[in-house]
C-alpha cells in the first residue's frame, strides 16, 4: 500500500535548462496539490489539480511553471529555464476529496547551479 | 486572504513534559485544519484532522482542539518523548476551491 510517491528525490540542474518533477497520488485519490518550501519559509501552495483539470493556479508563477495531472500516470510539474532562485523542496499532496486529509510524499529537492 | 500563524516558533522542553502548540488563522470559513510533523530533510507526516463542525481530535498522546469562531487551534502533545523532536505545521483549507494555507510551524526539540 504506498503512499503518495515523487521523483526524482534530488535533481540538479544547470541555470536555463528544464526540470521535470513526478508525483504519484495514493491509490483511489484523485486530488493533487503541489507546494514548494524555502530554507526559513513555509510551505507554500502553488497549485491544485484532479484529474486532467487545473482547479486552482494561483500559488504558481505564471512563466516558466506548469503542472499537469493526466488521466492516466502522475501528476508533472515542470519548471522550464530554471534559475537559481528556483532551488527548493518541492512537496506534492493527495487527499481522496475536496477538503479531505492530505497525505504528503517525500519531496524533490531542487538544486539549480 | 487567509493568514496562519504559529506561536511558538520554537520551543525546547525536557523528556515528559506536557506542552501545547498554537496555531491562528485569520478567517473562520475554513472546512478543516490538519496538523502535520516534518523531520528534517522529509516529507509531511499526517497527524490528525478536524473538520469545521468538529471541537477535537484525539490520537494516542495528541490531542488537538478547534474553536473556529475565535480563529485557533491547539496540539496538546502529553508526556513529550524524545522521538516527538521535529516542526509541526499547521494549515487550514478554505475559499471557493479549498487551498490550503500553512503556519511556519513550531520546531520542537526534547531533550532527553
Known amino acids: 500500500n504506498a503512499g503518495v510517491m515523487q521523483n526524482p528525490r534530488h535533481l540538479v540542474r544547470r541555470r536555463g535548462q528544464e526540470a521535470r518533477l513526478r508525483c504519484s497520488p495514493m491509490k483511489g485519490h484523485s486530488h493533487v496539490y503541489w507546494y514548494r518550501q524555502l530554507p526559513e519559509e513555509g510551505l507554500k501552495f502553488m497549485v491544485y489539480l484532479q484529474k486532467e483539470n487545473i482547479i486552482d493556479e494561483s500559488g504558481m508563477p505564471k512563466e516558466r511553471f506548469s503542472a499537469e495531472f493526466p488521466k492516466e500516470g502522475p501528476s508533472i510539474l515542470r519548471i522550464q529555464q530554471v534559475v537559481r532562485g528556483d532551488s527548493a523542496a518541492y512537496f506534492c499532496?493527495?487527499?481522496?476529496?475536496?477538503?479531505?486529509?492530505?497525505?504528503f510524499g517525500p519531496g524533490t529537492r531542487l538544486t539549480v547551479l | 486572504k487567509q493568514e496562519v500563524t504559529q506561536i511558538p516558533a520554537a520551543l525546547s522542553v525536557p523528556e515528559g513534559e506536557n506542552l501545547v502548540l498554537n496555531c491562528s488563522f485569520t478567517?473562520?470559513?475554513?472546512?478543516?485544519l490538519q496538523w502535520f510533523r516534518q523531520d528534517p530533510g522529509k516529507g509531511l507526516t499526517s497527524l490528525l484532522l478536524i473538520q469545521s463542525s468538529q471541537r477535537e481530535q484525539t490520537s494516542g498522546r495528541l490531542n488537538a482542539s478547534l474553536d473556529k469562531s475565535s480563529g485557533r487551534s491547539t496540539l496538546y502533545i502529553a508526556a513529550s518523548q524524545p522521538g516527538d523532536s521535529a516542526t509541526y505545521l499547521c494549515a487550514v483549507q478554505s475559499g471557493g476551491s479549498y487551498i490550503p494555507t500553512f503556519g511556519r510551524g513550531t520546531s520542537l526539540i526534547v531533550h532527553p
Open positions: 499532496a493527495s487527499s481522496l476529496k475536496d477538503a479531505h486529509e492530505q497525505f
Open positions: 478567517d473562520s470559513a475554513i472546512y478543516n
